[in-house]
């Protein structure tokens, strides 16, 4: 199992390019299914989640062609088979999103209920429900999702909370379905704006992606189109804060900073250096450190993303003063709290929330990574730690960083990957 050694306090300069976002990967991959002609999707991270769900578009009977890490097209021509098989999903929650498109282009779908990071419940409900009002039949056994429909017909369907996963899979099913379907109450990721490009692309009818109503008309079928995938803002946001720790002069290019306005304005805030282009951020450490008497709470997009929470946590633990981070959308995602405790961290947990005491000196030890922004949030820590620290279980990161060890050495770390 592979770790990674890395000596703390080395100063980061020069620049970095951001690669395409899984979580647009993905939903882009899975809707590749509602043609029989080929999707060319560029742009794409070359990252162990994108190429598990290559592998379960291999076993439905997707032709695949990668002439590049970062371009792939997906032909499927004739599907060869209807189940998405447990030993294929165990680990990627975002393999339910081939429900919906298999769904509304072959009448049946069974997937076995997904997996992936273990930071709590992320129940399925809101994808079932809305299938079901948009004419499937469906049931739950064993482990299975069966999914079986005469045709699929539009209508007007409220989710009961903010789901990302829903918005897409439903928006995916009815694109094929008879009629008009609203979406209400949607998720407004950027993601979810790309795979809706993609999909209009293909021939789709959708209107407000990205707003919390969206409208689809559905349409006979779907033809081939070639896509690029949007920049991956987790990935953007993960550099940006080991500049604010690390960084004498960094800049991170091919991003969009207007994803990236909930964190850039904390960032702000508490005293971070920063120049915002069009497509580029630039940042550095602050002279006279950091103000850390600040309150965040996680929440859906334009919200400050759960996704990085893990990581300013590690950012906040070098400023001054008490700052308070609410999680609001996992439960568990506060696993990485007691590794950066092994590192010198002061942080108390009450319930969702977590108040971290800072200024606090680091220092490196041995720590384990518990899902993948974890993993991330324990190498900004290791890059301010002092001395040497050895994170252990980085497949986590792997699923969704697109070499991080060759990217932080560019930029002056000290960091190797070895078994």
């Not at 940006?240 to 990236?260: F, K, N, Q, W, Y």
């Not at 630039?282 to 997009?301: N, R």
Request: glycine share 10%; charged share 25%; proline share 4%.
């Amino acid at each position: 199992m592979d770790k990674l050694r890395i000596v703390g306090r080395k100063r980061l300069t020069g620049s970095v390019a951001i690669g395409g976002a899984k979580n647009a990967s993905l939903p882009a991959m899975a809707a590749s299914l509602l043609t029989n002609e080929p999707v060319t999707l560029t742009n794409v991270p070359d990252v162990w989640d994108v190429g598990t769900m290559r592998r379960l578009l291999l076993r439905l009977g997707t032709h695949v062609v990668q002439p590049s890490l970062d371009e792939i097209t997906l032909t499927t021509a004739r599907l060869a088979s209807d189940e998405a098989p447990y030993e294929l999903v165990k680990t990627m929650r975002a393999s339910v999103l081939i429900l919906g498109p298999l769904l509304a282009r072959n009448g049946r779908a069974r997937v076995s209920l997904p997996g992936g990071c273990a930071i709590g419940a992320r129940p399925i409900d809101e994808h079932i429900r809305g299938l079901e009002m948009l004419g499937a039949k469906v049931s739950l056994e064993h482990g299975v999702i069966d999914a079986k429909t005469e045709g699929l017909f539009g209508a007007t369907i409220r989710f009961g909370t903010v789901s990302v996963g829903g918005t897409e899979n439903l928006m995916m099913a009815s694109c094929l379905a008879r009629g008009e379907t609203i979406l209400e109450n949607c998720a407004r990721e950027p993601e979810i704006e790309d795979l809706a490009e993609l999909l209009v692309r293909m021939g789709a009818s959708i209107e407000g992606a990205g707003t919390d109503r969206i409208r689809v008309h559905g349409v006979d079928r779907l033809h081939g189109a070639r896509h690029r995938i949007v920049p991956d803002r987790i990935e953007a946001g993960t550099y940006l804060i080991a500049g604010a720790l690390m960084g004498d002069d960094v800049r991170i290019t091919e991003c969009r900073p207007s994803h990236l306005e909930a964190l850039t304005e904390i960032l702000d805030r508490i005293g971070v250096p920063l120049v915002i282009g069009e497509d580029s951020l630039s940042v550095c450490a602050a002279d006279e450190g950091l103000d850390g008497v600040v309150e965040v709470e996680t929440a859906p997009y334009p919200g400050f993303p759960t996704d990085i929470q893990a990581q300013l946590m590690a950012l906040l633990t070098q400023a001054r003063g008490p700052s308070r981070l609410s999680e609001t959308i996992f439960e568990n995602r506060f696993m990485h709290t007691s590794e950066l405790a092994r590192l010198g961290a002061r942080i108390e947990l009450r319930g969702n929330q977590a108040i971290v005491h800072g200024p606090t000196p680091l220092a490196g030890t041995n720590v384990m990574a518990t899902d993948l922004r974890a993993s991330a949030c324990l190498v900004l820590a290791g890059l301010a730690a002092e001395g040497e620290t050895l994170i252990d279980r980085v497949y986590h990161l792997d699923r969704g960083y697109e070499h991080i060890e060759e990217k932080m050495a560019g930029l002056g770390a000290e960091v190797e990957r070895f078994a």
